[in-house]
């Protein structure tokens, strides 16, 4: 009765968050085109935005003595939390795009929710735990202006819109034993893809006026899928102190996940009409063809990451912390040979990414230092896009940075562990052999409650 009451608490917060994932984004990139649209960068947890993405090998450990994330990429992490968590993440992105030819430039701002996830232990002897929330995967949204002059002297203006995106409501368990860990995620992802082209001609006085065409193809799709992870560690040596409980142990750990081959079933509706159209605002005048609910699907490729870390481990009788990692992680999807919308191939790429990282901590136990239990990191990441919009292939590049910042102080009677975790992102998508090339910067603003619930109390 306990864990539904704190439950209860918490759907407030969650229905808000939830309410605004899928929400519409301020960006405006024709990436967001194709495939898809934009997948988010790095849609993970705060903590492993600060590490260039790394989740597949992430441990409990690495996040300190005073409160956990929920590490949702690799659900067999949930069989080590030891604390009800509440994890939330918020993204502020800009996006700097350029065209060769001809020469223009584009800049884009947009604040969004970057996902929510509740984890709980629901057994801490036989460490088994559980977690769910809600992120989005995938972003479209832009819209293009064209202008040809034609020999006639009229001009032909076409407006391109976008709008919609994926996203993924999870639940998931794991199961832990002394060295290694496995879990599964499951739920349901479900989005929208929507695509209008607005053609008009601008004529010379002594043409003869024709109304605007206005041409929409809605398709809402949804689909359940599996994700599984495993994770391990090996202990390489250990070093006793002076303190029969205090021991420094250095270990290898390691990860994999795999999200397999996914259907998602689709209903589209397709309208041609005549209309009229001035800036934010569209009037549909005459119907000329309306198909409803055509039933179809879209095909996902599976993802498949691998990652190994190396790390320093303190314990003690106050707890058991990391106090430097070093990470090394690789993805990879079949998005060109495995894609495919309502029987239709799309201009993709086979994509990869390689991550590097660093984590440190000086000492999580020196409760008089604050800056001391501050956890440092550091990330590299560099791949191909599965966007492959000229042919050309488009290359991945970024650098991170990030920290976690305990926000209470330790306290021996004290069960709650508040944790504001930071992370800005800089790189860039596609070199001098694309068409577009488009920097970005994001900065990651991340919280996590943990709250040990379940005590017997002496007094009440």
Avoid at 18 to 42: D, H, M, T, W
Avoid at 46 to 55: D, I, K, N
Avoid at 276 to 297: A, C, P, R
Avoid at 304 to 328: C, M, P, R
């Amino acid at each position: 009765m306990l864990f539904v009451k704190k439950i209860l608490r918490l759907i407030p917060s969650i229905v808000l968050v939830c309410s605004l994932l899928p929400a519409k984004a301020q960006i405006n990139s024709p990436f967001s085109r194709y495939g898809l649209g934009n997948e988010v960068f790095n849609s993970q947890n705060a903590t492993s935005q600060g590490l260039g993405g790394f989740t597949a090998a992430y441990t409990s450990s690495m996040n300190g003595s005073f409160g956990q994330s929920v590490n949702f990429n690799n659900p067999a992490s949930y069989g080590s939390l030891f604390m009800t968590t509440f994890d939330l993440g918020m993204n502020l992105t800009n996006n700097s795009l350029r065209r060769q030819n001809p020469v223009s430039k584009f800049n884009s701002t947009y604040f969004v929710p970057n996902y929510v996830a509740v984890g709980v232990p629901i057994d801490k002897v036989h460490k088994i735990g559980m977690a769910f929330g809600l992120r989005p995967l995938t972003q479209i949204n832009y819209s293009i202006d064209e202008l040809k002059v034609m020999s006639s002297g009229d001009t032909l203006y076409n407006n391109y819109i976008g709008q919609g995106g994926l996203n993924q409501a999870f639940i998931g368990a794991g199961k832990s034993w002394k060295h290694l860990s496995v879990g599964f995620n499951t739920g349901y992802n479900f989005g929208k893809k929507k695509i209008q082209n607005i053609k008009s001609f601008v004529y010379n006085t002594d043409s003869t006026a024709f109304y605007q065409s206005i041409a929409s193809t809605n398709t809402l799709f949804g689909g359940f899928f599996l994700h599984l992870g495993i994770l391990g560690d090996i202990p390489l040596k250990t070093v006793q102190h002076k303190t029969a409980t205090d021991k420094t142990e250095y270990t290898l750990s390691y990860g994999a996940t795999a999200t397999l081959d996914q259907t998602l079933s689709g209903k589209q509706d397709i309208l041609r009409s005549t209309g009229t159209f001035t800036t934010g605002t569209e009037t549909h005048l005459d119907t000329v063809s309306l198909s409803s609910n055509n039933v179809g699907s879209i095909n996902l490729p599976a993802i498949y990451t691998a990652g190994i870390s190396f790390h320093k481990k303190e314990i003690s009788n106050n707890g058991i912390y990391d106090q430097w990692v070093v990470g090394l992680e690789f993805d990879k999807a079949a998005w060109k040979d495995k894609y495919n919308f309502y029987g239709q191939n799309d201009l993709l790429s086979n994509s990869y990414m390689t991550r590097v990282c660093v984590q440190f901590c000086p000492n999580a136990l020196d409760y008089e230092n604050y800056w001391s239990t501050v956890t440092y990191r550091a990330g590299f990441n560099t791949g191909k896009d599965y966007i492959n919009i000229d042919q050309n292939g488009l290359k991945v590049t970024s650098f991170s940075i990030g920290a976690g910042f305990p926000i209470r102080k330790y306290r021996s009677y004290d069960y709650q562990f508040s944790l504001l975790n930071m992370a800005f992102q800089f790189g860039n998508r596609g070199t001098i052999v694309n068409s577009y090339q488009e920097n970005f910067f994001q900065f990651t603003f991340g919280y996590s409650l943990s709250d040990i619930w379940f005590n017997k109390r002496k007094y009440d």
